[in-house]
């Protein structure tokens, strides 16, 4: 039996087709840079009195699993994390959709969705060995940060619906494997309006489903289910001021749209397009002799010519997801 190792730690992903029962087949692995899925059980102090100044024996509380995964942000691998968010895509072969037989696939994703997938993880430790699955998992949110350098991640907030206790052997069988096309900043891009947006130094983008844990009395401790609430797609934008032009919006309170994404050299693109985004007013502060920056805590809303707040479109050769 050896000591557990993150180097060795890996990830295996399936959808459900029932809520919270695992497949028993179809996983894939998937790349990632950190994971805190955990079951989490505390103990409750026992308050009663009458048997002297030692305490009697605690009594466990409710158990959660709830976690964020850090995944890369590639060409391939983070649909799988887009369906989960936003619920299955529309996929159609060509770069335009049109149909046309070349190999290459469009998945066009929408938020808003009623119905989102449920997936079941599985986080193996094969040198102890341990394999614990975490059934039932849905996206409550995904984020991410570009900027001009570093690597390229996202973070994924999950809510399992339970664990399962860890077993000697993996339960997912053969993985299928991914071949990784990792996004990086420098091939980022921003647009407004259809047109490049200058001077950006970083910006946050936030996705949310804001789940509703279904939290009824069961002899198992686990949940009933997720549903989702109203979503929300929010961020932070930190830009040089060298013109008026987004505090001019702000100040008129008018929508526009932009647009986040990569392109590789191979041709592989993803792009989330807010379709009606709003700006607060931001505070101008001179605090030395360096360049003067603004930051626009945006947020976006429903856009009634799309009629829905905002679109990510994956542009790579896997056929569906």
Known sequence: MGRAHGARAQMALAFETIYGTPPASGYTRMPFASSSLGADQPLLQSELLGYGRDPLPPIKDALTADGDVVVPIDA?????????????????????????????????????????????????????????????????????????????????????????????????????????MRFGHFNGSIMRNGSALANVVSCEVSYQNNLDRIETIRGDGLIDGTDPGMTMLTGRMDVRFSDTTLLQQAIDGAPSSLEFGWELPSGETLTLTAHAVYLPRPRREINGPQGVQASFEWQAALDPITGRMCTVTLINDLEAY
């Open 76 to 180: 391939r691998a983070f649909g799988f994390w887009l369906k989960g968010a936003f619920g299955a895509p529309s996929s159609s072969e060509g770069e335009d959709g049109s149909g046309d037989p070349n190999g290459i696939f469009t998945h066009v994703f929408q938020s808003g969705s009623w119905m989102l997938p449920s997936m079941s993880i599985e986080i193996g430790m094969p040198e102890v060995p341990s394999f614990t699955m975490y059934p039932g998992c849905r996206v409550d949110q995904l984020s991410f940060t570009m900027q001009r350098a570093g690597l390229l991640t996202a973070t994924a907030r999950l809510i399992p619906q339970g664990e399962t206790p860890p077993a000697a052997t993996a339960q997912t069988g053969t993985l299928n494997a991914i071949e990784l």
